[in-house]
T-cell receptor
Framework: GAVVSQHPSRVICKSGTSVKIECRSL??????MFWYRQFPKKSLMLMAT?????????EQGVEKDKFLINHASLTLSTLTVTSAHPEDSSFYIC?????????????FGPGTRLTVT | KNQVEQSPQSLIILEGKNCTLQ??????????LRWYKQDTGRGPVSLTI?????NTKSNGRYTATLDADTKQSSLHITASQLSDSASYIC????????????FGKGTSLLVTP
């Protein structure tokens, strides 16, 4: 089956620093990828839609200058949390739809646990 | 407003027993409904996907049903195992692309020996 990977799986950083999270589609090309954030015992919340070769589309309330998204290739999207603060600590998950899969199957990455101290 | 409501919020059952999780939704236009299993600290893994015309779909010990008229779905787990302990999330897609996902808050299932 299709696989989406994320790196790193866990990261701890100090307040004020920036952290980059990678999302890769391992056996298919993804022109679109999605980034979610999940707080403990809460639903996944869509942050942004990452489009290969163009600007990401951010959901209302998500600061585009704080959460930088780059989708430079058909298999890689990155999310950079800039000037991280403790309230940014969360579980970040990406997903990608596999072209041709039916119907509209999306594959989720394993997630990245970010802790800002 | 598109909403997905799941019940119960949490559930504890004995190993070997069956259980049924519920999902009610108000999502328009409806595209498809999915059930995901999410282990703690992991990404969601797809169990079933159903479109408007499908009433039931099985994946091993997991059977999902869909009533598009009443906008309800259920996930039935048969002969539960300890490894079934996880959060089960109902996700309803809207729109033509099916990419706009509406997530339920999940049902936390604990299977005990």
């Amino acid at each position: 089956g299709a696989v989406v990977s994320q790196h790193p799986s866990r990261v701890i950083c100090k307040s004020g620093t920036s952290v980059k999270i990678e999302c890769r589609s391992l056996d298919f090309q993804a022109t679109t990828m999605f980034w979610y954030r999940q707080f403990p015992k809460k639903s996944l919340m869509l942050m942004a839609t990452s489009n290969e070769g163009s600007k990401a589309t951010y959901e209302q309330g998500v600061e585009k200058d704080k959460f930088l998204i780059n989708h430079a290739s058909l298999t890689l999207s990155t999310l950079t949390v800039t000037s991280a603060h403790p309230e940014d600590s969360s579980f970040y998950i990406c997903s990608a739809p596999k072209p041709g899969a039916s119907p509209y199957e999306q594959y989720f990455g394993p997630g990245t646990r970010l802790t800002v101290t | 407003k598109n909403q997905v409501e799941q019940s119960p919020q949490s559930l504890i059952i004995l190993e070997g027993k069956n259980c049924t999780l519920q999902c009610n939704y108000t999502v328009s236009p409806f595209s498809n409904l999915r059930w995901y299993k999410q282990d703690t600290g992991r990404g969601p893994v797809s169990l079933t996907i159903m479109t408007f015309s499908e009433n039931t779909k099985s994946n091993g010990r997991y059977t999902a049903t869909l009533d598009a008229d009443t906008k309800q779905s259920s996930l039935h787990i048969t002969a539960s195992q300890l490894s079934d302990s996880a959060s089960y999330i109902c996700v309803v897609s809207a729109g033509d692309s099916g990419y706009a996902l509406n997530f339920g808050k999940g049902t936390s299932l604990l299977v005990t020996p």
